[in-house]
């Protein structure tokens, strides 16, 4: 896996960076969005706890890059099917940080293929995770989270636009959390939580790399013409989690390259 180090961000007018003195959750933060994620908000000063499915050695090597960059950061081995082990991450996250003030909900998965081939399994597993979890970890963080607090939650373009076929079920699955997104806008909106998904659109990652087979015809759909770096994803969130953010909320922020124009 090939990790994009965000640059570190200049201080504020009060020397601090931006996010200093926050704590944030970042679920599926071992690669490719999620991690760019994770050590931008680091770089940003928050303190930073992701969760992983089973690559210990890539969660650790994430660690690594924050904790040798001077942040601080930790792992939590989690699967987003395990509707308690996505509890228990987050009060884990809570416990160790002191504080929760930034939740991303960045872990997914995809099963593409022909709509009358999915078989229910797979339905399960994708809303399972790209679904269930992302409810229940923002349900489990908005206890923990105050004045001021983010939700963030990956979507994908593909819940503006499906512009091939055998997407029907990951679309679904993404089209949710902007359902998700508005409401909990309206909900934790008193509270001062802000609450936003945001699109990707074709990012070079190890899931779906720019030198992939599809990846010609996929920087095409873009107005750009090319793949997205996650690292541009991971700019858009350290935004929404910062002061930039304070008044966008129940948003569909697009980092698509123009694949929904």
Aim: contains cysteine; hydrophobic residues 45%; proline residues 5%.
């Amino acid at each position: 896996m090939t990790m994009t180090t965000a640059t570190t961000p200049a201080p504020t007018a009060s020397g601090t960076r931006p996010l200093t003195g926050k704590a944030a959750l970042v679920t599926g933060g071992s690669r490719g969005i999620g991690a760019a994620i994770a050590v931008r908000l680091a770089a940003d000063g928050a303190m930073v706890a992701l969760t992983y499915r089973n690559r210990d050695d890539l969660a650790a090597q994430v660690v690594k890059e924050i904790t040798e960059a001077g942040g601080r950061a930790w792992a939590i081995r989690a699967d987003g099917v395990d509707p308690e082990a996505v509890r228990a991450s987050v009060a884990a996250a809570a416990d160790r940080m002191g504080r929760l003030d930034i939740l991303v909900n960045n872990a997914g998965t995809g099963i593409m293929g022909p709509f009358e081939g999915i078989a229910l399994d797979d339905v399960d597993r994708v809303l399972a995770t790209n679904v269930r979890a992302p409810f229940l970890t923002a349900q489990a963080a908005a206890v923990h989270l105050g004045e001021g607090g983010r939700i963030i939650s990956i979507g994908s373009c593909m819940a503006e636009r499906v512009a091939f076929p055998g997407g029907s079920l990951y679309a679904t699955s993404k089209a949710a959390l902007v359902g998700l997104t508005k409401a909990l806008a309206r909900e934790l909106g008193p509270r001062g939580i802000t609450v936003n998904v945001v699109h990707p659109g074709p990012v070079d990652t190890d899931m779906n790399p720019a030198d992939g087979e599809s990846a010609a015809f996929q920087a095409q759909l873009t107005s750009l013409g090319r793949y997205g770096q996650p690292a541009e994803v991971a700019a858009t969130v350290a935004h929404l989690a910062g002061d930039g953010g304070r008044y966008i909320t129940g948003a569909a922020l697009a980092v698509d390259g123009g694949y929904a124009a």
